[in-house]
C-alpha cells in the first residue's frame, strides 16, 4: 500500500506541473501533496519523503511565484498599462492556453506544451491590448502593453515550470532514495 501512496504522490506533482502551463496554481497543489504525505504517513511506512523536501518545495514554488511576478510586472510597468489591460491580459492568456491545449503544433513531443505557452502568450498580448482601447488608447498607444503582456506571460510562465519540473524531480528523488 505504501507503493501506491507514493505514487499517487508522484502523479499530483505531475498534474501540478500540467496545471503550471495552465496559470493554476500547480506548484502549490505539489507542495500542499507532499506536505500531506509527510504529516499523514507514518515514519516506518512512508517513503524517503520527509520535511526537508516539504521545505524545498516550498522555496522552490516561492521562487517560482517571484520569477512570474517579476517577469510580469516589470513588463507592464514599464509600458504604464491599466488594470483593464491587465485584467483582459489573465482573460486573454487563459483563453489562449485552452485553445492551444486543443490545437497543438505539430512537434514531436513537446508541441502541446508549446501550444499552450504560445497561445496563452498570444492571448494575453490580444487581451492587454483590448483592455488598453476599452480603457480610450489607440491601437498603437495598447500595442507595447501587449507586447510586455506576451514576454512577461512567456517568460514568467517558463521559470514557473521551471521551478515545478525541480518540484517534481525533487519528489520523485526523495521517494525513489529510501
Do not use: C, D, Q
Not at 495552465?22 to 519523503?49: C, D, H, K, Q, T
Not at 485584467?87 to 492551444?100: K, M, Q
Not at 488598453?132 to 488608447?137: N, Y
Not at 515545478?164 to 525533487?170: D, R
Amino acid at each position: 500500500m505504501t507503493i501506491v501512496w507514493a505514487i499517487l504522490l508522484l502523479l499530483t506533482a505531475v498534474i501540478g506541473w500540467v496545471l503550471t502551463l495552465f496559470g493554476a496554481p500547480g506548484n502549490w497543489i505539489s507542495v500542499v501533496a507532499v506536505a500531506i504525505y509527510a504529516w499523514l504517513m507514518p515514519n516506518e511506512l512512508r517513503v524517503s519523503i520527509g520535511w526537508p523536501i516539504v521545505v524545498g518545495t516550498l522555496l522552490l514554488a516561492i521562487l517560482g511565484e517571484v520569477l512570474e511576478f517579476a517577469a510580469g510586472a516589470l513588463g507592464v510597468a514599464k509600458t504604464g498599462g491599466t488594470w483593464r489591460g491587465g485584467a483582459l491580459a489573465i482573460v486573454g492568456s487563459l483563453i489562449g492556453g485552452v485553445v492551444g491545449m486543443f490545437v497543438g503544433l505539430p512537434i514531436p513531443l513537446i508541441g502541446s506544451v508549446v501550444a499552450i505557452l504560445l497561445f496563452a502568450s498570444v492571448g494575453a498580448l490580444g487581451g492587454a491590448m483590448l483592455g488598453e482601447v476599452w480603457a480610450g488608447r489607440t491601437w498603437e498607444e495598447s500595442w507595447p502593453v501587449g507586447h510586455a503582456a506576451f514576454w512577461g506571460r512567456l517568460f514568467g510562465t517558463l521559470g514557473k515550470i521551471m521551478a515545478g519540473s525541480v518540484i517534481v524531480a525533487l519528489i520523485a528523488m526523495g521517494l525513489l532514495l529510501k
